[in-house]
Nanobody
């Protein structure tokens, strides 16, 4: 599976961005998809995940109510809509794909088999 993320950039606090991640190489509708992020000097952390059909989602507490994950299986793309951005959201954001079905483990990095190259999100105060 090849994953190509885009949509990052520089935005002021309180602003919005929408990240996209296009997948190829495998039937997209069979993949659980996730977004993770890594800030400088910190470990990569879970942001959001979505089940194959989009009926189940999960979010890190730090982004609940501000970020929304969605997917379009016809376009082989997963999205992360980020609103009310804060400086602490600054990080490289990665999309990831998991060939397993949705589970409570879908928030763990170890569950994901494929990773995109990352897109930088910078939020200025």
């Amino acid at each position: 599976v090849q994953l190509q993320a885009c949509g990052g950039g520089l935005v002021q606090a309180g602003g919005s961005l929408r990240l996209s991640c296009a997948a190829s190489g495998r039937t997209f509708s069979l993949l659980t998809m996730g977004w993770f992020r890594q800030a400088p000097g910190k470990e990569r952390e879970f942001v959001a995940a979505i089940s194959r059909g989009g009926g189940s989602t999960d979010y890190a507490d730090s982004v609940k109510g501000r970020f929304t994950i969605s997917r379009d299986n016809a376009k082989n793309t997963v999205y992360l809509q980020m609103n009310s951005l804060k400086p602490e959201d600054t990080a490289v954001y990665y999309c990831a794909a998991d060939g397993s079905t949705w589970s409570i483990n879908s928030k763990f990095l170890s569950e994901y088999d494929y990773w995109g190259q990352g897109t930088q999100v910078t939020v200025s105060s």
